[in-house]
């Protein structure tokens, strides 16, 4: 595993004021913290740095004000809910650099829990202005990156901070590294990835990184209809990119000189209209009608990949495996969820799953809970699935 430090290597952190980046890019309803996943997320760090004596300054962004004040993006409008699940009085200080951060941190005391300003109030935070870092690390001592899902980013309180202060992951995000070294970089094998969702073109290079990793490439979803396409099935009215068969079978050719297999569909669940509970018919891929559309893998495909993941150690999963949201093409994905969470409960298998539709599809199939892991960190997690260097998680290695 990546060496980098955390909280157990911070060391005696009374009275230093320590810079931690959280997420809290919360959604709102009516000026009220709507959801606060994020906020729980960051409080064991929090709570662990405020109860050893830390002046605890929590920097984050919220929406995109684009380098500009905007007081509808505002974290003043954020620092309640903190103090809501805190439980205790948490202040806002209306900037986060500058003699202002630095006058109202002045007054804070050991123990205490601050929110600064949106850094992106300030243009110097996406462009990772060298001055924008320089002038963030002179209002602290230490660097704690809680924020996972910001890690994609070289932003200044992302990765140019964790380069001028003594940096160190937050619980979250030491969570989150070790979770994603279990299912791919250090993994027992055999590995199995499901990759779904609507197209190819959104997951070239996710593909491409995964049939060097894993054992067993299990293509589900839209995309698995330009698969098909370049095996020379006719998928009929289907979500297909007619264009990217080419990649389908360099992805083909690829995963067949790493040894990986790939495992796509032989039985589908089809519908002439795409709408809730129409009619629909299970066929064998071959039969696809020019007038119906591929929604949901069938049954049979489904009890073969259940035996495949029974077989595996190791399962990452991105991308629903049908249309989940409209019912009935729910029914595939939440039935090998549904095997991954048992296999998971048995002990037999490390499971870790990601992305906003797949964080959807498992709460929708009651399991997301019985998972290893789930990511919620989107863009950050995709970037990770194509094995990409995190910039954020690269500056904290040591
Ligand atoms: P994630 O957000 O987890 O990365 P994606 O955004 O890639 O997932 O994919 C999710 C979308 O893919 C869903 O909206 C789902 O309806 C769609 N999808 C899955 N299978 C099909 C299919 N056979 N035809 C059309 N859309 C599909
Ligand atoms: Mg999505």
Redesign the pocket.
């Known amino acids: 595993m990546t060496a980098f430090k955390t909280l157990d290597d911070i060391g005696d952190v009374t009275g230093k004021r320590v810079l931690v980046r959280v997420d809290l890019n919360v959604p709102m309803i009516e000026g009220a913290v709507s959801d606060r996943t994020r906020i729980e997320a960051a409080m064991p760090t929090i709570r662990e740095l405020a109860d050893k004596g830390a002046i605890v300054l929590l920097l984050a962004h919220f929406g995109r004000p684009k380098g500009a004040k905007n007081p509808t993006q505002s974290l003043s409008l954020v620092t309640g809910g903190v103090e809501d699940v805190l439980g205790h009085s948490v202040m806002f200080i209306p900037e986060c650099v500058g003699e202002g951060a630095k006058a109202g941190i002045a007054v804070l005391a050991a123990g205490d829990v601050a929110v600064l300003e949106n850094t992106r109030f300030y243009p110097g935070e996406e462009t990772n202005d060298p001055a924008f870092a320089d002038a963030l690390a002179e209002i602290g001592d230490l660097y704690v990156n809680d924020a996972f899902s910001a890690a994609h980013r070289a932003h200044g309180s992302t990765e140019g901070l964790a380069r001028r202060l003594p940096a160190y992951a937050g619980r979250a995000m030491e969570a989150e590294l070790k979770a994603l070294d279990a299912a791919l970089g250090n993994p027992a094998h055999p590995v199995a990835a499901v990759v779904?969702?609507?197209k190819v073109s959104?997951?070239i290079d996710v593909l491409r990184h995964l049939v060097s990793k894993v054992d067993h490439l299990i293509i589900g979803?839209?995309m698995a209809n330009t698969f098909l396409a370049a095996r020379g099935v006719d998928v009929g009215k289907s979500?297909c990119e007619h264009d990217l068969v080419e990649t389908a079978n360099a992805i083909f050719d690829a995963a067949d000189a790493a040894g990986c297999t790939i495992h796509l569909p032989y039985d589908v669940v089809v519908a002439k209209q795409f709408a809730p509970n129409p009619p629909t018919r299970t066929v064998n891929v071959h039969e696809v009608a020019a007038d119906e559309m591929?929604?949901?893998v069938g049954p049979a495909a489904v009890e073969a990949l259940a035996d495949v993941l029974k077989n595996c150690r190791t399962l990452v999963w991105?991308?629903?495996l049908?249309?989940?949201?409209t019912p009935p093409f729910d029914t595939a994905t939440a039935a090998l969820a549904k095997t991954a969470a048992a296999l998971t409960r048995e002990g037999s298998l490390i499971s870790v799953a990601g992305?906003?539709?797949?964080v959807a599809a498992l709460n929708h199939a009651g399991v997301a809970r019985d998972f290893t892991f789930v990511s919620t960190a989107g863009g950050a997690f995709l970037e990770w699935m194509e094995g990409k260097v995190l910039p954020g998680v690269d500056a904290l290695k040591d």
């Open positions: 779904g969702g609507a959104s997951k979803g839209g979500l591929i929604l949901d991105n991308g629903p049908g249309a989940f949201e992305g906003g539709d797949t």
